[in-house]
């Protein structure tokens, strides 16, 4: 992708390409909701803003934060920003996504647990639960997968490393029950 591409979806976002991510996943957050539904923001303009309409910008807003998230390449790497001051006595978190480490890349992300609820439509004691690994609290692995890909994929982290790391420790903590 190149760079006259990315300043596009920034300038769909409204946001600025140096701003931190917190502000791009609040500024997507934002521009879906204007353009979603019946929106009060949009409501004065009555016809002139066909739902066809809406959704193509909804769409755009979409592509443009998938695009803007890729290019950022957001904690899948050690040397990911939502890593960069974790302390070298937590290094072991950096191996692996763990329910802390998914709560350290949240807050430093600057995203609430009500946003990421919102967004992926799980419920906030679930996304406790996950943090906290909770796992006896947690639904069936299949179901668990599915809500960690949403989960990271809200914070910009690489779904399929989430999901390997957190099932593995998801699966220990299931084995040791077996015995």
């Not at 992708?1 to 934002?30: Q, W």
């Not at 009555?46 to 957001?74: L, T």
């Not at 692995?141 to 390997?164: F, M, Q, S, T, W």
Request: proline letters at 4%.
């Amino acid at each position: 992708m190149g760079k006259d591409d990315l300043a596009s979806c920034y300038e769909t976002l409204e946001i600025s390409p140096d701003a931190p991510f917190r502000d791009v996943h609040n500024a997507y957050l934002r521009l879906k909701k204007i353009y979603s539904g019946d929106s009060i923001a949009l409501a004065p303009l009555g016809e002139e803003f066909s739902e066809k309409k809406r959704k193509k910008i909804v769409e755009q807003v979409e592509e443009a934060y998938a695009r803007i998230i890729a290019s950022r390449k957001v904690a899948s790497t050690r040397e990911s920003p939502l890593f960069s001051d974790v302390p070298v006595a937590d290094a072991a978190d950096r191996a692996a996504f763990s329910g802390p480490a998914l709560k350290r890349a949240r807050d430093r992300a600057g995203v609430e647990l009500n946003a990421i609820s919102k967004e992926t439509k799980l419920r906030i004691e679930l996304l406790k639960n996950i943090e906290e690994e909770k796992f006896d609290a947690l639904p069936e692995e299949i179901y668990l997968k599915v809500h960690l890909k949403n989960y990271a994929a809200c914070l910009g982290l690489d779904p399929v490393r989430v999901v390997e790391d957190y099932l593995g420790r998801f699966r220990t903590w299931k084995n040791s029950l077996a015995k």
